[in-house]
């Protein structure tokens, strides 16, 4: 059983640009949450995916979006990178038929935007 | 008010000491996560319970479902626990994947 994986690891970007990250979720999970993570502050939920439809939004403009695929890995997107777009993001996986509320993290990718 | 507080949110210790840190919050829960997270971002996920106390090796987590509060208990503290442990709630309804999160509490131990 593969955990889950996200992809890249760390990312320098500039102001203006837009970021691809990737998510591959547990094996026999459909659910992936996004996190993002700023430097000395606890994850604040982005959205959820559940066979590929957004499932639930947090606070989070336009430009965060995202995708799930039929092998429910994961993208987030976010255009128009600003300065405080810089943080850690985090993706989790789980799955209802298992304990709906039990998350998988996987090791996060760091996004630096300069 | 946060939905979620942990206390304290910095801890020092000496190897071998009992670490107790706690996580209030005011909304209704199915259960609870305790998680950990070392220097570079990844987070692990120590427990999820919803009643009663889980032990994990030296980790012990309670929860007091009508209190709204969770301790997160590390007997025989060791420098490799030093990391920052967080608590978390669902709080999404239908959107179960929705976790918030407790601000963290920075775990040192010495040795």
């Known amino acids: 059983e593969t955990g889950v994986t996200q992809s890249p690891t760390h990312l320098i970007k500039t102001r203006g640009q837009q970021v691809t990250l990737r998510c591959s979720s547990q094996?026999?999970?459909?659910?992936v949450s996004w996190y993002q993570q700023a430097l000395g502050q606890g994850p604040q939920f982005i959205f959820q995916?559940?066979?590929?439809?957004?499932?639930g939004r947090g606070n989070f403009p336009p430009r965060f979006s995202g995708l799930q695929f039929p092998n429910y890995s994961s993208e987030l997107n976010v255009n128009a990178l600003e300065l405080d777009d810089s943080a850690l993001y985090l993706c989790?996986?789980?799955?209802?038929?298992?304990?709906?509320?039990?998350?998988?993290f996987g090791p996060g990718t760091r996004l630096t935007v300069l | 008010k946060n939905e979620v507080e942990q206390s304290p949110q910095n801890l020092t210790a000496q190897e071998g000491e009992f670490i107790t840190i706690n996580c209030s919050y005011s909304?209704?829960?199915?259960?609870l996560h305790w998680l950990q997270q070392h220097p570079g971002g990844g987070i692990v996920s120590l427990f999820m319970?919803?009643?009663g106390k889980k032990k994990h090796g030296r980790l012990i987590a309670t929860i007091n479902i009508q209190e709204k509060h969770s301790s997160l208990h590390i007997t025989a503290s060791h420098p490799r626990d030093s990391a920052v442990y967080i608590c978390?709630?669902?709080?999404?309804?239908?959107?179960?994947?929705?976790?918030?999160f407790g601000q963290g509490t920075i775990l040192t131990v010495h040795p």
């Open positions: 989790a996986s789980s799955s209802p038929g298992q304990g709906h509320n039990e998350q998988f």
């Open positions: 094996s026999g999970h459909n659910t």
């Open positions: 995916y559940y066979r590929e439809e957004e499932n």
């Open positions: 909304v209704g829960i199915s259960a």
């Open positions: 319970l919803s009643s």
């Open positions: 978390a709630v669902p709080t999404g309804g239908t959107s179960y994947g929705k976790l918030t």
